[in-house]
């Protein structure tokens, strides 16, 4: 089973960048697909980002298109999502995912939070 760990997260002024990290250990890291998905107060967990095994694909969210780009390192067991343009609505909690074919596996979680 794998083992996954954000880094990364804090506190970033609206229009600034932030970039998440993901360190997976346990399991054999290149077969999983991927993924980030973030929860806000009193909101449901939403699916922002995720990237295919051989991170030849990627999809986005609505609200993340065009301003974050998801990435993975396979040789370093590493997923990353760059956020840039951020918004206050931005702001939640944000958890890498591993899985074949869904989110099984998930990380503890980093926060992000975007105010002035």
């Known amino acids: 089973q794998v083992q996954l760990v954000e880094s990364g997260g804090g506190l970033v002024q609206p229009g600034g960048s932030l970039r998440l990290s993901c360190a997976a250990s346990?399991?054999?890291?290149?077969?999983?697909?991927m993924y980030w998905y973030r929860q806000a107060p009193g909101k449901e967990r939403e699916l922002v980002a995720s990237?295919?095994?051989?991170?030849?694909?990627?999809s986005y969210s609505d609200s993340a298109k065009g301003r974050f780009t998801i990435s993975r390192d396979n040789a370093k067991k590493m997923v990353y999502l760059q956020m840039n343009s951020l918004k206050p609505e931005d702001t939640a909690m944000y958890f890498c995912?591993?899985?074949?074919?869904?989110?099984?596996?998930w990380g503890q979680g980093c926060q992000v939070t975007v105010s002035s």
């Open positions: 995912a591993a899985g074949v074919k869904f989110a099984q596996a």
């Open positions: 346990g399991g054999i890291f290149s077969v999983y697909q």
């Open positions: 990237i295919l095994s051989g991170g030849t694909r990627t």
